[in-house]
T-cell receptor, first 112, second 111 residues
Framework: EPEVTQTPSHQVTQMGQEVILRCVPI?????FYWYRQILGQKVEFLVS????????KSEIFDDQFSVERPDGSNFTLKIRSTKLEDSAMYFC??????????FGSGTRLTVV | GQSLEQPSEVTAVEGAIVQINCTYQTSGFYGLSWYQQHDGGAPTFLSY????GLEETGRFSSFLSRSDSYGYLLLQELQMKDSASYFCAVAFSGGYNKLIFGAGTRLAVHP
């Protein structure tokens, strides 16, 4: 069964450092998303991406965040200057023509 | 604003039936989804309702009433492996079907 792949599974970084979270969506999917989940809380929408551009972003997705699809297969989330409150599980998801998302297994980001 | 309400916890025994309700207040509603998440895992898609009525997929069914802004997930013949968190999520017609999740219902299935 096709799956969304995320790397790394766990990233520890110092406050103020840049991190790049990587995702390989399902190959024939058209819509890509990043969500995050702070431990014990609900899943929160960050950004949606379609046709090589951002279609919508949430209030969380401020100027410190950016997304790219550099080569037609990878989909990355960059946080320029991490803060303690950025510590969370970050999920990449993709969707084809149907209504169900396929989520990756996530990257646990710990900012120290 | 947007809000989804679902119970925080539900407990049931193996073989039983459990219903997890979800009420929502949103604008731009497109459909209601349900996702399962085991501890430390990714959300897994269970069902999607765009129209009123019941959708059945094996042991799981999902219901939607758009006029009542209400839906539920019905789990039958519960198994221990069904112990997980269940999230309702509203899909929006804008934002290319972005999902706004509820806080989740933690289901504990006991022998």
């Amino acid at each position: 069964e096709p799956e969304v792949t995320q790397t790394p599974s766990h990233q520890v970084t110092q406050m103020g450092q840049e991190v790049i979270l990587r995702c390989v969506p399902i190959s024939n999917h058209l819509y890509f998303y990043w969500y995050r989940q702070i431990l014990g809380q609900k899943v929160e929408f960050l950004v949606s991406f379609y046709n090589n551009e951002i279609s919508e972003k949430s209030e969380i997705f401020d100027d410190q965040f950016s997304v790219e699809r550099p080569d037609g297969s990878n989909f990355t989330l960059k946080i320029r200057s991490t803060k303690l409150e950025d510590s969370a599980m970050y999920f990449c998801a993709s969707r084809g023509q149907g209504n169900g998302y396929t989520f990756g297994s996530g990257t646990r980001l710990t900012v120290v | 604003g947007q809000s989804l309400e679902q119970p925080s916890e539900v407990t049931a025994v193996e073989g039983a039936i459990v219903q997890i309700n979800c009420t929502y207040q949103t604008s731009g509603f497109y459909g209601l989804s349900w996702y399962q998440q085991h501890d430390g895992g990714a959300p897994t898609f269970l069902s999607y309702n765009a129209l009123d009525g019941l959708e059945e997929t094996g042991r799981f069914s999902s219901f939607l009433s758009r006029s009542d802004s209400y839906g539920y997930l019905l789990l039958q013949e519960l198994q221990m492996k069904d112990s997980a968190s269940y999230f309702c999520a509203v899909a929006f017609s804008g934002g290319y079907n972005k999902l706004i999740f509820g806080a989740g219902t933690r289901l504990a299935v006991h022998p």
